[in-house]
């Protein structure tokens, strides 16, 4: 089945700088990668996603990155701010694996005013 | 337009008690899935239901673990003779209807903080 690999586990950085998080996935298969954002006791919220037949992504702040031949993506957020500080989760879906996501090990991210 | 709603929220169990989780799903899927957090990780698959049928249980644990989606009414994961192993954020997550591997994007509920006396 899919493995999906997180790094790091904490990041901090100061309010303003750049933040990114990597992923790496095993399964070539897969070709749904969303991202998500937990703030503590809450949902994980979908922030952004990408399918395999891009290699980036934007939304504002927010990027993904996708390299299909070394199987990892990236989140890249710029210009942090205090309300960026949550865990982040990726996650990746095989189209043979019913649809589940395999989530990776999240990070938390620390926004230093 | 209402989000995944799952109830409830907390719900604290004695060892060998029945925990009963509900989630319904935004309006408009018909695809349901449970995953189980631990403190301090990541979000692991039990089952993926849709309407009546249990498509994929591989995450669930083969005793006391039970998941139905009804034609009427939310979807229901059940824990028989409670564990304090089973402690966790239990989340449901829905995604709209559409052909098999579309890609749609899956959206969480609130989650249910389950805690084992």
């Known amino acids: 089945g899919e493995n999906v690999e997180q790094h790091p586990s904490t990041l901090s950085v100061q309010e303003g700088d750049s933040a990114v998080i990597k992923c790496t996935y095993s399964d070539s298969a897969s070709n749904y990668f969303p991202w998500y954002k937990q703030e503590l006791g809450k949902r994980p919220q979908l922030i952004i996603d990408i399918r395999s037949n891009v290699g980036e992504k934007k939304d504002q702040r927010i990027a993904v990155t996708l390299n299909k031949t070394a199987k990892h993506f990236s989140l890249h957020i710029t210009e942090t701010q205090p309300e960026d500080s949550a865990v982040y989760f990726c996650?990746?879906?095989?189209?043979?694996?019913?649809?589940?996501?395999?989530f990776g090990t999240g990070t938390r991210l620390t926004i230093i005013p | 337009n209402a989000g995944v709603m799952q109830n409830p929220r907390h719900l604290v169990r004695r060892r060998g008690q029945e925990a009963r989780l509900r989630c319904s799903p935004m309006k408009g899927h018909s695809h349901v899935y449970w995953y189980r957090q631990l403190p301090e990780e990541g979000l692991k698959f039990m089952v993926y239901l849709q309407k009546e049928n249990i498509i994929d249980e591989s995450g669930m644990p083969k005793e006391r673990f039970s998941a139905e989606f009804p034609k009427e009414g939310p979807s229901i994961l059940r824990i028989q003779q409670v564990v304090r192993g089973d402690s966790a954020a239990y989340f449901c997550?829905?995604?709209?209807?559409?052909?098999?591997?579309?890609?749609?994007?899956?959206?969480f509920g609130d989650g249910t903080r389950l805690s084992i006396l």
């Open positions: 997550a829905s995604s709209p209807n559409g052909v098999p591997y579309s890609n749609q994007p899956q959206h």
């Open positions: 996650a990746a879906r095989s189209p043979f694996g019913n649809e589940k996501l395999t």
